[in-house]
Every structure is written in C-alpha cells, then in structure tokens.
C-alpha cells in the first residue's frame, strides 16, 4: 500500500496481478483498477513528482512503468 505523493486522499495497492487505486474518502470500493494477466506483481511505487507514473516490479525480476492519466484526474 502507498499513498499518492500528490493526493491526500488517494492510495494504491498491488496484489498478484493487479493495483487498485482508492480514494478513501469514498469507502471500499476502488476508483480505477489495472490488471496484468501476465506478470504476477511484487511491488509498485507512485513517481513522487508525477502521480500519474507507476513503477511497477515483476517476479521474473522485471521492472515496468505505467502511465494512468485516469487515476490522477
């Protein structure tokens, strides 16, 4: 689980193979979910001065960076 550097309110988590992105302000359901049926993910981190950038990890030890503009918006 992170928090969104630039969003108080919003967070992302990543399970196997897919993140969730939450505002928390809004309950338990997410706002915006990626899902990679290829790759079962280790970790993902926000870029600190570009939200909408995530660096994701793999377990085959691959890296992968993904561009959301739906979940800053």
């Known amino acids: 689980m992170e928090y969104n550097p630039n969003k108080q309110f919003y967070l992302m988590t990543c399970h196997h ?4 992105f939450w505002d928390i302000r809004r309950g338990n359901v997410p706002v915006h979910c990626y899902d990679d049926h290829h790759n079962l993910l280790t970790q993902a981190k926000y870029n600190s001065s570009y939200d909408e950038l995530i660096a994701c990890a793999y377990d085959d030890g691959t ?6 503009h739906s979940v800053c918006s």
């Open 63 to 68: 890296v992968g960076l993904l561009r959301l």
């Open 17 to 20: 193979e897919s993140i969730k």
